[in-house]
T-cell receptor, first 113, second 112 residues
Framework: EADIYQTPRYLVIGTGKKITLECSQTMGHDKMYWYQQDPGMELHLIHYSYGVNSTEKGDLSSESTVSRIRTEHFPLTLESARPSHTSQYLC????????????FGEGSRLTVL | GDSVTQMEGPVTLSEEAFLTINCTYTATGYPSLFWYVQYPGEGLQLLLKATKADDKGSNKGFEATYRKETTSFHLEKGSVQVSDSAVYFCALRTTGGFKTIFGAGTRLFVKA
């Protein structure tokens, strides 16, 4: 079973609020990722990290930011939420080698009113 | 660049029908190939994988063979169940392991 956890699972918040989506994994994986999933199901990589103090932007531009101060923790922050940020956010982790699969959390569904 | 193309859905089948979801890829080097499944309200989980040409991945009655000559990794199951209703994603992980590239997903509905 995957040991990667996301909180909150569901969040409804007003425009302009600051939010942080938490993601933690207990597998010691060096790589971590954030994906945004649109209603049409497609996954878009928005951030990734190779390890502590390493963060990179993904393929889809995002106003969110991430940090990786500890191996197991990879939070995503929106300083000022807008309705266009309404989406499902999926966190994942993996080992470095390319034969390894991604382990996903259950997702955080964000609704901005 | 590297990419994954999978058949559009939704796919609707009756219970015990045969399932095929097509997936083709474009990649440099020697990627690993994966099928992930997403059940309603959940994150993705690995269904099966193959790491080199001619490998067959299998799990829960599903199988897919890594075909380098046709750059394909089609998902098949001989007899689907209602509980197989989900979204299926084909994916490749690039040489060097830096990125996983996903197809657009195929939604499967299985009717009793």
């Amino acid at each position: 079973e995957a040991d990667i956890y996301q909180t909150p699972r569901y969040l409804v918040i007003g425009t302009g609020k600051k939010i942080t989506l938490e993601c933690s994994q207990t597998m010691g994986h060096d790589k971590m990722y954030w994906y945004q999933q649109d209603p049409g199901m497609e996954l878009h990589l928005i951030h990734y990290s190779y390890g502590v103090n390493s963060t990179e932007k993904g393929d889809l531009s995002s106003e969110s930011t991430v940090s990786r101060i500890r191996t197991e923790h990879f939070p995503l922050t929106l300083e000022s939420a807008r309705p266009s940020h309404t989406s499902q956010y999926l966190c994942a982790s993996s080992w470095t080698e390319n034969t390894g699969e991604l382990f996903f959390g259950e997702g955080s569904r964000l609704t901005v009113l | 660049g590297d990419s994954v193309t999978q058949m559009e859905g939704p796919v609707t089948l009756s219970e015990e029908a045969f399932l095929t979801i097509n997936c083709t890829y474009t990649a440099t080097g020697y990627p690993s190939l994966f099928w992930y499944v997403q059940y309603p309200g959940e994150g993705l989980q690995l269904l099966l994988k193959a790491t080199k040409a001619d490998d067959k991945g299998s799990n829960k009655g599903f199988e897919a063979t890594y075909r380098k000559e046709t750059t394909s990794f089609h998902l098949e199951k001989g007899s689907v169940q209602v509980s197989d209703s989900a979204v299926y994603f084909c994916a490749l992980r690039t040489t060097g392991g830096f990125k996983t590239i996903f197809g657009a997903g195929t939604r499967l509905f299985v009717k009793a």
